[in-house]
């Protein structure tokens, strides 16, 4: 088991996913300790390894090595409430590692489907799928604003960092609610989060490490989208 994907040339797939394993171990996220995911346990230096590795400068943060709360409290979710994945083609947008693409699988989903476009995202995705032994099918390129390719349910985590990709990718979910498409989104009460068209769904305490938010412990809600 593990993603599907056109990832590139052997030898570059094979570079990435040993990047991740000498960088990361297997761990269980806090809220979902039924998942187990190749987690950093800092960022810093896994940053500074990663603009050596790719060769690059000004990197975004390896977004990818960590279970982000809104990831986190999305998962718990699709966990508890079998019966909306289950038997359904889900999509797991901006995935980074993959952690609701993994849960949408193992709550029974026909088909869960990763988008990303990072390409050690990707690599982690496939070795995080494969740690749980399911199949999860990676879409490497930039999906927003696309018709629905079949989805029954799309998810997301942790979309409102910044203003622009906020307001994109809210844009293209309320058309996809619109169209009659289950839209989940969750979030921890970002900045950009929409003040609109938003169903609160349930709400979670989440432990996380100062290494990457600012307090031990961030509330982060899973909201349906309304068209």
Request: charged fraction near 20%.
């Amino acid at each position: 088991m593990g993603a599907r994907c056109r990832r590139g040339s052997h030898t570059v797939t094979a570079a990435l996913d040993d990047f991740i394993r000498r960088h990361t171990r297997l761990a269980a996220p806090p809220l979902v300790p039924e998942v187990r995911l190749h987690l950093a346990s800092e960022v810093t230096p896994l940053w500074e390894a990663t603009e050596v590795f790719l060769a690059a400068t000004n990197l975004p943060p390896p977004y990818w090595a960590f279970a982000w709360v809104g990831g986190q409290a999305l998962t718990r979710w699709l966990l508890d409430h079998p019966e909306q994945v289950r038997g359904k083609r889900v999509l797991d947008f901006a995935a980074g590692c993959g952690l609701s693409a993994v849960g949408a699988a193992l709550a029974g989903a026909a088909c869960a489907q990763a988008a990303e476009i990072d390409a050690l995202s990707i690599a982690a995705i496939g070795l995080n799928a494969a740690a749980n032994d399911v199949t999860v099918e990676v879409i490497a390129e930039d999906i927003v604003g696309t018709a629905n390719q079949g989805w029954d349910l799309v998810v997301a985590g942790d979309v409102c960092y910044e203003r622009p990709m906020a307001e994109r990718v809210f844009a293209w979910f309320r058309r996809l609610a619109a169209d009659g498409t289950q839209v989940l989104m969750a979030d921890p009460g970002r900045n950009y989060l929409p003040q609109f068209g938003l169903q609160r769904l349930a709400s979670y305490a989440v432990p996380c490490s100062k290494e990457v938010e600012d307090k031990e412990m961030r509330e982060a809600c899973v909201y349906r989208i309304v068209g």
